[in-house]
């Protein structure tokens, strides 16, 4: 996939932004706070629907204004399609997609972005939120229709915690909850198929992973991905909890393997109930699940040096593109490498540019030039103050003359 042109009204620091874009390395070059990472973020978003930088869509509306639009032409081969977004302050986003009113969670069967961004360090070091953020952002890009999913069982998952709030105020117990019992049905069903396909898609990047963090790194640390599930017992949200206590089975027949999720999420649901209606808060199901990263056989948050932590970082954003390279009829994903150079090392830098540049369209963010290996400095445009100067097109235009 390409993106051949991105237009933006009222997002970020942008009133208006045409940008061209080539296949590729294309190189957006500026000062920080100059709007390189914002273009950059606007591409995300048709493939993620999330931003890698805000947990709501509010703060990428420029100041002042209620609705932000993102609006991409993308080139499938031979097929062109044109992609639009509505970011609204309030309410729901709106969609169309070559002009015809779509749902938003539509978008990303035709946009395919991986990014590799400095706060990618987080996935690895930060809190589990940030790894289920990495894995749930994926599983949309894999599979449009979870993102349906996800927004479901968040929905439920607030309108449960809100019952339980109501119960612990109001001191009702037994058999009082019977309206507890309908939403645990629901929260089970959507949250079964979530770890379910959280669950194989960790086995699925189990060997991208391995192969992209030994040509990042240059040796073979043994990088390995599990999921600590709630349902079987760990919590990786108790401060005071090992994550890495508990497992769930994984048959390979996927009608039984979440068929067995299920069970477990329903016996934990009701081991848990007293505590929750004292907390007013559903302690179990993938909302507090983590997933688990090793290498050297050791957990990477707590024991991985900051080199191990950074090739971990880069190999599970090489796997996803991977991963996605491999199932996706439309070619490779887009690439977007965002201030990423200025963190690496030199050997790093060269090794993560090689293992990049063959990908149909890269796009590199960069304050300093010269952080830039050769083999991705090509279509150079620079950014300042939200204008974006364009250096193929004033030659191009030159040339015309």
Known sequence: MIVEHLSLVDFRNYATAELALHSGPNVLVGRNGQGKTNLAEAVVFLATLGSHRVSSDAPMVRDGQEFAIIRARLSHGERKVL?????????????RINGSPSK??????????VLFAPEDLQIVRGDPSSRRRFADQ??????????????DYDRVLKQRNALLKSARARGIRGEGLSTLDVWDDKLVALGSEIITARQRLAADLQQPVADAYAAIAGEDHRPQLDWALS????????DGADPTDADAAAPSDKVSETRLIADLFRASLAAKRSNELDRG?????????????????????????????????????????????SES?????VLILDDVFAELDADRRQRLA????????????????????????????????????????????????
């Open 83 to 95: 992609v639009e977004v509505q970011l609204n302050r309030q309410g729901s986003n709106k969609a």
């Open 104 to 113: 938003a969670n539509e978008l990303p069967r035709y946009a395919h972005v």
């Open 138 to 151: 994926l599983l949309i890009q894999r599979t449009p229709r979870m993102a349906a999913v996800l927004a």
């Open 231 to 238: 349902v079987s017992g760990a919590d990786p949200e108790d």
């Open 281 to 325: 808060l559903t302690l179990t199901g993938p909302h507090r699940d983590d997933l688990v990263l090793r290498v050297r056989d050791l957990p990477v948050k707590g024991y991985a040096s900051h080199g191990e932590s950074w090739s971990v970082a880069l190999a599970l954003r090489l796997a996803s593109a991977e991963l996605l390279r």
């Open 329 to 333: 009829p439309a070619g490779d994903p």
């Open 354 to 401: 090689s293992l990049t540049s063959g990908y149909e369209q890269v796009v590199v963010t960069a304050a300093v030039e010269e952080d830039i290996p050769e083999v991705l400095h090509a279509h150079v445009v620079r950014i300042s103050a939200g204008t974006i100067s364009d250096e193929r097109q004033v030659q191009e235009a030159a040339d015309d003359d």
